[in-house]
Nanobody, 127 residues
């Protein structure tokens, strides 16, 4: 069993920054990629960013490109999401997810590709 524990959410004014962290732990598991998704009230969960564990290639949603940066610490099995220039429309519950299945190409942007999910952390951006 794999556990994903997120931290770093909170309340911030528009234009501000937050950094989310997600640590993976558990018994021996393969780690192909980790990603961040978010879900705002009344909306479907959407892809934000993802990173492959080997090589570090990344993928971003168009809505966050140039503002958010995903990174990883291979030793700590932790993924980070640095969020800058935050906007009220970034308000959502942010979930990290782990994909354990190897595949060629960039990390997946589809939620069904991910095997494990964190409990979510609230990010609220005030105008």
């Amino acid at each position: 069993q794999v556990q994903l524990v997120e931290s770093g959410g909170g309340l911030v004014q528009a234009g501000g920054s937050l950094r989310l962290s997600c640590a993976a732990s558990g018994r021996a598991f393969s780690l192909y990629a980790m990603g961040w998704f978010r879900q705002a009230p009344g909306k479907e969960r959407e892809f934000v960013a993802a990173i492959k564990w080997s090589g570090g290639s990344t993928a971003y949603a168009d809505s966050v490109k140039g503002r958010f940066t995903i990174s990883r610490d291979n030793v700590k099995n932790t993924v980070y999401l640095q969020m800058n220039s935050l906007k009220p429309e970034d308000t959502a519950v942010y979930y990290c997810a782990l994909d354990r299945t190897w595949g060629a190409g960039p990390p997946s942007t589809v939620s069904s590709a991910y095997d494990y999910w964190g409990q979510g952390t609230q990010v609220t951006v005030s105008s």
